[in-house]
């Protein structure tokens, strides 16, 4: 079983950057497709973002596309998500997430969680 771990998030201003990192242990990461997902105050958990097992493939929120990346780094156990110009409404706490089922595009694929890290960004 894999465990998940989340870092790098923090305050940001708005058209600024920030690079979130999910770390990996118990399992290699390179036997999972993985996933970020956020949820926002008040509000259900929403897909952020979702590769495949060695990141020949990816697949984004609209909400996201064009401004935040996906990628991973199996020989590091870890998986990152670059975001580029944020915004106010992109503040929520994201979650990294693992799934070793061949629908890795599917929310409800996803098996292992981590516990969030919380982005705000201030306008």
């Known amino acids: 079983q894999v465990q998940l771990v989340e870092s790098g998030g923090g305050l940001v201003q708005a058209g600024g950057s920030l690079r979130l990192s999910c770390t990996a242990s118990?399992?290699?990461?390179?036997?999972?497709?993985m996933a970020w997902f956020r949820q926002a105050p008040g509000k259900e958990r929403d897909f952020v973002a979702a590769?495949?097992?060695?990141?020949?493939?990816?697949h984004y929120a609209d909400s996201v596309k064009g401004r935040f990346t996906i990628s991973r780094d199996n020989a590091k156990n870890t998986v990152y998500l670059q975001m580029n110009s944020p915004k106010p409404e992109d503040t929520a706490v994201y979650y990294c997430?693992?799934?070793?089922?061949?629908?890795?595009?599917?929310?409800?694929?996803?098996?292992?969680w981590g516990q969030g890290t919380q982005v705000t960004v201030s306008s």
């Open positions: 997430a693992a799934t070793q089922k061949n629908d890795w595009r599917g929310g409800s694929s996803y098996d292992y």
């Open positions: 118990g399992r290699t990461l390179s036997s999972y497709a």
């Open positions: 590769i495949t097992w060695i990141g020949t493939s990816k």
